[in-house]
């Protein structure tokens, strides 16, 4: 007997990547190639948001071209957000006004793209799904920047962001380099990572065999020593002339403050941090009296789609094709991941975990991948990253800029009265 033809539900959450969009476009291509099993693919606008409001997009109005065009394309297509919905029992009515908005547009298929808080919501969604006998197979699909998704060997976004550090690390240290004899000694580059070190990790790759560059990473895993960081530094400076510093904003002191705590709470409740690498910078000032420059990485690392790892694109394509397909298959509240079968050629395929071994668990950086000093990386942690950042995979370009694809996002009329307040 046939199975019946239900829509899907996608929805991006979270800060967005370089390549949440390759991850949207492995979504809606798998299900335009099951048109037996899926009939049309709704977008959430602005994440979860879209669904609880009834604010769908109709991605059948897009053509093959411009969903093919995702996969080249940075940011959140449909929109994103940061907003957790909390727990089945405290947000009973938000979790039941999405069973509704479901029921009333025929969606048999939810597809969440995002990272650990989006994975909670997934299973919630999931659950309370089967307790009102409404059947849906929710389906979780990885991406983060942070890299802090368990089980998966990788998340997608990171290892984009990372090629990104590791460039502009290198790039900056030649620049500071340059001007060292009587200008800048000290270059201090923030980067994103509350309490997972993983990118500031990747600027360590701006250093190799070929590229003897003095740096110091500033890892959320290792307390900050204000007295060995400075004395590192000034001996940095000493022996090579100039200094690179890769900081994480979530880098904490011995009395377990974030040191760039800015006194407020983001969307999903997490500290507002307000700039690491100006506290660094004025440590560096007021001790060692160098000339210093700083600057956050912010959301350019994360939207530099023309420097994308290939690595990164494929394994976010691969990823969205593997939601469809497990849900096709008749999986429900698992979360497809990447397998690392070999380091050196380095090859992956996917794999699979259990949203209940995903939801609200944070990998942070392992200490054997950390240098013995807590300032640089070991051997075995430039192995892990080194595949990640690799391949190139350039977006068109016209007239000197990438050609970035912009949709129509038409929306679908709504059936339900009335309105929904968040």
Not at 175 to 204: C, N, P, Q, Y
Not at 386 to 397: F, R, S, T, W
Request: glycine share 10%.
């Amino acid at each position: 007997m046939a199975m019946a033809l239900r829509n899907a539900f996608y929805a991006q959450s979270g800060g967005v990547t370089a390549v949440i969009n390759a991850s949207a476009c492995g979504v809606i291509q798998t299900a335009r190639q099951h048109g037996d099993r899926i009939g049309k693919v709704f977008a959430g606008r602005n994440g979860i948001l879209g669904a609880l409001t009834e604010d769908l997009i109709d991605t059948s109005a897009e053509s093959d071209e411009a969903i093919a065009a995702l996969r080249y394309t940075p940011a959140g297509a449909f929109g994103s957000c940061r907003y957790k919905l909390k727990g089945l029992e405290e947000s009973r009515a938000q979790y039941e006004r999405l069973i509704e908005v479901f029921k009333a547009h025929d969606i048999g298929y939810f597809f969440y793209n995002g990272g650990g808080d989006s994975a909670d919501t997934c299973l919630k969604v999931s659950q309370l799904s089967e307790r009102m006998g409404y059947p849906l197979a929710a389906i979780h699909v990885p991406k983060t920047v942070d890299n802090d998704l368990p089980i998966t060997d990788c998340c997608p976004g990171f290892g984009s962001v990372a090629k990104y550090i590791a460039i502009s690390t290198r790039e900056a240290s030649f620049d500071v380099a340059s001007m060292a004899a009587t200008s800048t000694k000290v270059f201090i580059l923030e980067v994103m990572g509350r309490h997972a070190g993983w990118i500031a990790a990747a600027g360590g790759l701006a250093a190799d065999e070929q590229h003897d560059l003095p740096l110091v990473i500033l890892f959320p895993e290792i307390v900050f020593d204000p007295d060995k960081f400075l004395a590192r530094v000034d001996a940095q400076v000493k022996r090579y002339g100039y200094c690179s510093v890769v900081v994480s904003e979530g880098v904490k002191g011995a009395d377990g403050r974030f040191l760039a705590d800015a006194g407020a709470k983001d969307a999903f409740g997490h500290t507002q941090l307000g700039g690491a690498a100006p506290v660094i910078a004025g440590l560096v000032k007021n001790a060692l009296g160098y000339k210093y420059h700083w600057a956050v990485a912010d959301y350019l690392q994360r939207a530099a789609r023309h420097i994308a790892s290939r690595t990164d694109v494929e394994q976010a394509y691969a990823l969205g094709k593997a939601a469809v397909e497990a849900a096709l298959a008749g999986q429900h509240a698992v979360m497809p991941t990447i397998v690392r079968t070999s380091d050196s050629p380095y090859r992956w395929t996917i794999g699979q975990a259990n949203l209940s071994e995903v939801a609200n668990v944070e990998r942070k950086m392992p200490r054997e991948f950390i240098s013995e000093d807590g300032f640089g990386i070991t051997a075995a942690c430039r192995a892990y990253l080194q595949p990640l950042i690799e391949g190139e995979d350039y977006p068109p370009y016209k007239n000197g800029l990438p050609d970035y694809v912009v949709l129509k996002n038409v929306p679908v009329a709504k059936k339900l009265a009335g309105s929904f307040v968040v």
